[in-house]
Structure formats: structure tokens, C-alpha cells
């Protein structure tokens, strides 16, 4: 018989002496980093700040890769792309009040793209918590009340002994299904304090699997199986949980056409006969899906992009997989299954039957000529040459990182990702200034691979001091900056809505000089050489900048 006390592991007699004799001088700041560095965590983002020294401090004596940006936010977007293309949680250490409260809009990027963000924040010294006011520098009355709605999970530790457990905590949150950013609280005083705690060496943080109830599967590959004309809505779960390769068994063997969602790209080959490609803003889509007797959406909320401004209406039976339980039938009801996309397609390839339908090729041939000819009509060439000239420029294996501009939202539809998890923009959150910032944590998390990043002029200006990040680290990003003079989408916008536009119009400085100022080449291009341009910048290690003055528009809506 074996007991439970059979099942210890005991110290080995180097890891008691360790433990009876730990170095001198060490802080609750060296718990922190001595638990991210047992938990696997080779880099970290972030500013210092004077709350925060001690753990800036720790990191200055480990081998942790410390990459400092100009601004909490844009760290917390650089984290944010570190995490989508690596898959790890992601250390982003910040400073009490001010410093935190700028890293909200990142974290609420990270959230709407569950990306694995592990913040880390000081606080004011104990006896400054729970409300007491007494003045300390940074003070907010509940730090981490502003952070509560936003995160997946809150943490806090109050004593150097609590670090290490709290921080595996919300690690392991941080990478559970569905993956988000997790806010960690440690005071000043705790940070700075002495300890005698051994060196942390083990800690266990292995987020839970999340796999489907058998039942629901077995009712999901019956309806499939047997469906007249099934269609698969692929989100961005399939990128997050890796599951592309089984989204294409899966539509193969079901013979079901498949479009992507913006949050999706790239979870489907473009140029397969099955594909839709991710004209979600179309009506010749919505009608497409709208007549599908069983709708398969997998990872997906169906949002108000994803549902064409919740101008969708599924008309047959909808089977929804979701990891993250909030968005499971919120917009429509269906058979959901509360699921990582990786193991529920597994289960389904397990059970569905092969379904044979030479037709739906065909099919979807005429909804994407219908889409071509619609855009057609509008005279729209500009547009549609200048993707495909970035395309043609941008090696097929380099991440791209799209901001809230006209460029980005012609690409959500119609730019081809080519491979997963290699397309990101701000489309969760929509915050602007996110391109840049994310195109350098993109950078840091693949080495010796060029990333592009893409922006308005309106954007650009969010994130123009990370130019001297780029540089200080040599990070290999060329940064695409379509200049048309202001908030250009908004100017549609407000023009269309109201008859003019307010606030729109921006006075920005020469680019490509203030590139320069940074030491970071720059090159103004037009739109017949801008494939030839951004190939050399993209060729050239380090950073650079290359300008395209021009005003573009954006397709007709079909969803008013």
C-alpha cells in the first residue's frame, strides 16, 4: 500500500544547505524574480519607478532580459505581442499609481486578444493599504480595484513569505484557457524588505486543460456530419491553443467552407478551395453564413466585427466552442461548448463522419467573385494595390502588427496572414499607438526574424518615443507610417455621420527627421515604389522607418 507521506520528495543534502544558508542581502524583489525565473521567464518589459526599485534591482543581478520602453503603456503592448507570439506569460513590471494606471489601456488590449500578460505593480507600503490615506506618494485609494474589471484575476501578496506562491498563482491564471493578463500587487516595504526565505527553485504552475464534455461533441460531430451546407467561423482560439493544423482536417473532411475572424487570420490557408478568407464586413458573407444549416464557430464570440455590426443572424443550428465562458452563446444561442479549440477539435476529429460535397468549392468561389465585384464598383485600386505590395514585400514567416488606421481595417479583410499567428493588430480593444510598441516585443521574442508594423500618422505619434527603444535595443522592425495628416478614419467617419469633421486634423512632424534624430534610417515612398522600399528596410538589420504620404478610403459598409 502506498500513503501519502510516501509521496514526498525530500531535499537532496546540496538543496538543505542551500536552504540553511541562503546569500546575504536579499529582497522580497529577489523572490519575485527568483519565482519568474523557476517559472521559465527569460524576459521581462517594463519601467522603474520608485516603489518598484527593488525588484529592478533583482533583475539587474539575474540573467532575466530587462527590455525598458519610453512608456508604461507601450511596455504593456510589447509584452502583449511578446505573449501572442511565444505563448508564455509575460513579466510586465511596473511602479505604484501613475505608472500603473498608464498601463491600462495595454492590459485592456491583452484581454480582448487574451494574450498572457503577468503584471507585476508595487503599492504603497502596508500601512498604507485598506484605505488608511496617509499620504504616501502614489497613493490611490484601492490600486487594484482599477485593475479588477480589466484583468483575468487579481493578486496580491502582503509578505515576502506570500511572493512566490502568489506570483505561481497568477502565472498559472495568466496561461489557463482562456489566457489573459493577471495583475500581481506587492508594497514597496515588502519589496524592499530582507529575507532569509531559502532561494526559490521549485515552484508548480501548470495551467489546467480545458477540454469538452464528451456529450456535447458527440451531439456537435452528429449535426456536422449530417449537415446539407456546414460552415466553420474560426477565431482567434485556434491561433491561441495552436490548432490550425486540426481546423484544416477537420473543414477537409467535413468539406465545409471556413472564414476567419479578424482575431483569426492565418488559422486557415487563403488560397485553400475551402477558404472565405475573412470578409466578415460583407453582406455577401453574412448572407453566406446566415444560410449555413449548421454553423461550427470555433474560438469566436462572434462580436461586432465578427458579426458584420450584429447584422448576423444564424439561421440553422450553431455550435459554439469558447475557452472563455463570458462569451458562450452571448450573442447567439447554440450548442456551446466550454473548451480550448485544440481539444475540442481533437474530440471532433475523433467522432465526425467524412462528408463528401464536391459542390462547396464552387460555392465558395461565388461569394468571394460576388465580394470582388462589389469592391470593383468602388474604385478602390489604391487600397487594394498597397496590400499587396506589403505582401509582396514582407517575408512569409515575419510577424505583422497593424494600429487603428484605414490601412489596418482594409487588412483585417482582405490581407492574406500566410501563416498563424503572424497578423495582430489593436482590434480587441481598439486602443491606438499599438503597432509599434508590439512590432518591438515581437522582435525581442524572435531574434534575427524582421517584424513590420503598420500605422497612421495619428498612431504613430502614441508611440514616436519608442523610436530610442528601438534603437537603444536594435530591434529589427521596420515601421510603416501612411501619413495622410490626421485621425484619418474618424474624419470618414465624422464627414459621413455629421456632413464634417472636428478634431481630426493633426499638424505631426517631418517623420523621416525625427527617425533620424533617433538614428534610425528612414524613406519616403510612394505607392509604386513601396514594395522595393520596404523590402530593403526589411533587409537592413535594426529599425527603420519608411513614410507613405497618402489618403485612402475605406469600402463601402454594408451593415447601415
Avoid: C
Avoid at 279 to 305: I, N, P
Avoid at 393 to 398: C, E, I
Amino acid at each position: 500500500m502506498t500513503h501519502d507521506h510516501d509521496l514526498v520528495l525530500r531535499p537532496t543534502e546540496a538543496q538543505t544547505a542551500a536552504a540553511l544558508s541562503p546569500p546575504p542581502g536579499r529582497t522580497g524583489g529577489d523572490l519575485v524574480v527568483e519565482t519568474l525565473r523557476s517559472l521559465g521567464a527569460t524576459t521581462v518589459f517594463g519601467l522603474p519607478g520608485q516603489h518598484a526599485l527593488a525588484v529592478f534591482d533583482a533583475v539587474g543581478r539575474s540573467d532575466l532580459r530587462l527590455v525598458t520602453l519610453r512608456t508604461e503603456n507601450n511596455a504593456g503592448f510589447a509584452a502583449d505581442a511578446y505573449g501572442r507570439i511565444t505563448g508564455e506569460a509575460v513579466p510586465l513590471l511596473l511602479s505604484t499609481g501613475p505608472g500603473a494606471l498608464m498601463a491600462l489601456p495595454a492590459l485592456a488590449e491583452a484581454a480582448a486578444a487574451s494574450a498572457p500578460v503577468l503584471a507585476i505593480s508595487s503599492q504603497v507600503p502596508v500601512a498604507g493599504l485598506g484605505g488608511g490615506r496617509r499620504g504616501h506618494l502614489h497613493e490611490l485609494r484601492d490600486q487594484s480595484a482599477s485593475f479588477r474589471d480589466v484583468v483575468k484575476s487579481v493578486h496580491v501578496a502582503r509578505t515576502p513569505s506570500q511572493i512566490p506562491s502568489v506570483v505561481a498563482e497568477a502565472w498559472e491564471s495568466a496561461l489557463t484557457a482562456p489566457h489573459g493578463p493577471v495583475w500581481v500587487e506587492i508594497p514597496e516595504d515588502v519589496l524592499r524588505a530582507e529575507t532569509l526565505i531559502p532561494q526559490v527553485t521549485g515552484v508548480d504552475a501548470t495551467p489546467h486543460e480545458l477540454a469538452p464534455r464528451p456529450e456535447l461533441t458527440a451531439v456537435a460531430a452528429h449535426w456536422l456530419s449530417g449537415a446539407s451546407r456546414p460552415v466553420i467561423i474560426a477565431g482567434g482560439g485556434v491561433i491561441r491553443s495552436d490548432a490550425s493544423g486540426k481546423l484544416r482536417q477537420l473543414a477537409e473532411r467535413l468539406n465545409a467552407p471556413v472564414v476567419t475572424t479578424f482575431g483569426g487570420k492565418g488559422a486557415f490557408p487563403w488560397t485553400h478551395p475551402l477558404s472565405l478568407q475573412s470578409w466578415l464586413e460583407d453582406r455577401h458573407m453574412t448572407d453566406f453564413l446566415e444560410d449555413a444549416d449548421v454553423l461550427l464557430v470555433v474560438g469566436s464570440g462572434l462580436g461586432e466585427l465578427s458579426s458584420n455590426y450584429h447584422t448576423f443572424f444564424p439561421t440553422g443550428r450553431v455550435v459554439q466552442i469558447e475557452a472563455d465562458l463570458g462569451k458562450l452563446e452571448s450573442n447567439h444561442p447554440a450548442l456551446g461548448i466550454h473548451a480550448d479549440a485544440r481539444l475540442a477539435l481533437q474530440a471532433l476529429l475523433e467522432t465526425v463522419d467524412e462528408r463528401p460535397d464536391p459542390y462547396a468549392p464552387d460555392r465558395v468561389r461565388m461569394v468571394l467573385s460576388d465580394i470582388a465585384d462589389r469592391l470593383s464598383a468602388q474604385e478602390l485600386t489604391l487600397e487594394q494595390g498597397l496590400l499587396a505590395s506589403i505582401r509582396a514585400a514582407l517575408p512569409p514567416r515575419s510577424p505583422s502588427f497593424w494600429d487603428m488606421t484605414i490601412l489596418s481595417y482594409w487588412a483585417w479583410s482582405a490581407f492574406d496572414a500566410k501563416h498563424p499567428n503572424t497578423m495582430h493588430s489593436a482590434q480587441g480593444a481598439g486602443g491606438l499607438g499599438y503597432a509599434f510598441p508590439a512590432a518591438l516585443g515581437a522582435a525581442v521574442a524572435e531574434p534575427g526574424t524582421p517584424v513590420l508594423a503598420v500605422s497612421g500618422d495619428g498612431g504613430a505619434m502614441y508611440s514616436a518615443a519608442e523610436l530610442a527603444t528601438a534603437r537603444q535595443h536594435d530591434l529589427d522592425v521596420t515601421w510603416l507610417i501612411v501619413d495622410d495628416g490626421g485621425y484619418g478614419i474618424l474624419r470618414e467617419y465624422m464627414t459621413e455621420s455629421y456632413g464634417r469633421s472636428t478634431g481630426t486634423e493633426l499638424t505631426r512632424p517631418d517623420f523621416g527627421a525625427l527617425a533620424a534624430s533617433f538614428d534610425v534610417p528612414a524613406t519616403t515612398t510612394t505607392p509604386e515604389s513601396l514594395t522595393a522600399d520596404l523590402k530593403k528596410a526589411l533587409a537592413t538589420p535594426g529599425p527603420s522607418v519608411v513614410v507613405l504620404p497618402a489618403t485612402l478610403r475605406m469600402f463601402a459598409p454594408t451593415h447601415l
